[in-house]
């Protein structure tokens, strides 16, 4: 769907690209996802053309020919670029790996619902867009460099047990959306790991209740936003460097 192109644009060129001699935009073989048989992600047919999306040079698509809303990652693919195009398209990261060259542009939900999951590359959140660490020890981990999130992140989304956001590479929040921290105390956590900064951009949120143990520049809001409850939000662990809001 061209429609959706705009997302593209929030990376520009890809420098994995034209790190491989003889790449071009061209070489790149887009497949689009069905769900005609199954919601698994390494069935074939279950994509068109029939192949799994699994190379650098093959980027994904989830639009407009799926029978099934619902994709299941089974395998931990290196790819150049995923589109969930479609608002009713799910992605089940469960604990696997996804790595993309171009990053993932979202504009339906994106699920961490059991384990730890991570993402490796850029990650585009349209106005549309949701991801949601479920709760129940359901982890996920941003490898970075850049989130551009214009819709919303929920750390713990059931709101029962603990779920933990962490940043394993250096990486930029920004965009006009909002990190939700849904849970007292550490069973909501936003955390980076050792040596890695967290820099939040002017206009984008962090919100809710929950522990901040990252290592954060913030130029944007955080805001301990629950009613009844506005000590919850808590700056515990590593450093942080406020220039924007912080109430």
Excluded at 104 to 120: L, R
Excluded at 124 to 148: E, F, K, Q
Excluded at 181 to 194: H, I, V
Aim: glycine fraction near 10%; charge should be negative; proline fraction near 4%.
């Amino acid at each position: 769907m061209n429609a959706m192109r705009p997302g593209a644009a929030l990376w520009g060129v890809s420098l994995a690209l034209l790190a491989w001699p003889g790449w071009s935009a061209a070489d790149v073989q887009h497949i689009e996802w069905t769900g005609f048989i199954s919601s698994s992600w390494s069935d074939a047919d279950n994509w068109n053309p029939p192949q799994v999306p699994d190379t650098l040079n093959e980027q994904a698509r989830v639009g407009e020919q799926m029978v099934s809303p619902i994709v299941n990652l089974d395998i931990s693919p290196t790819i150049n670029e995923l589109f969930i195009e479609n608002t009713a398209g799910v992605l089940e990261l469960n604990d696997r790996t996804l790595t993309t060259s171009e990053g993932v542009t979202n504009a339906g939900v994106i699920k961490a619902y059991n384990g730890t999951a991570t993402i490796n590359g850029g990650l585009a959140n349209l106005s549309t867009g949701h991801i949601r660490l479920r709760g129940y020890s359901a982890n996920l981990d941003l490898g970075g460099p850049a989130v551009v999130n214009e819709g919303q992140i929920v750390v713990n989304y059931e709101a029962a047990w603990s779920a933990i956001l962490t940043c394993t590479g250096n990486l930029s929040l920004s965009g006009g959306g909002a990190v939700v921290l849904n849970q007292r105390a550490s069973d909501a956590q936003l955390n980076t790991a050792p040596g890695v900064t967290l820099t939040q951009a002017a206009g984008h949120t962090i919100r809710g209740r929950g522990q901040i143990n990252a290592t954060l520049i913030n130029d944007g809001q955080i805001l301990a936003d629950v009613p009844g409850d506005a000590d919850a939000l808590r700056l515990e662990t590593n450093p942080k460097t406020n220039n924007g809001v912080m109430k």
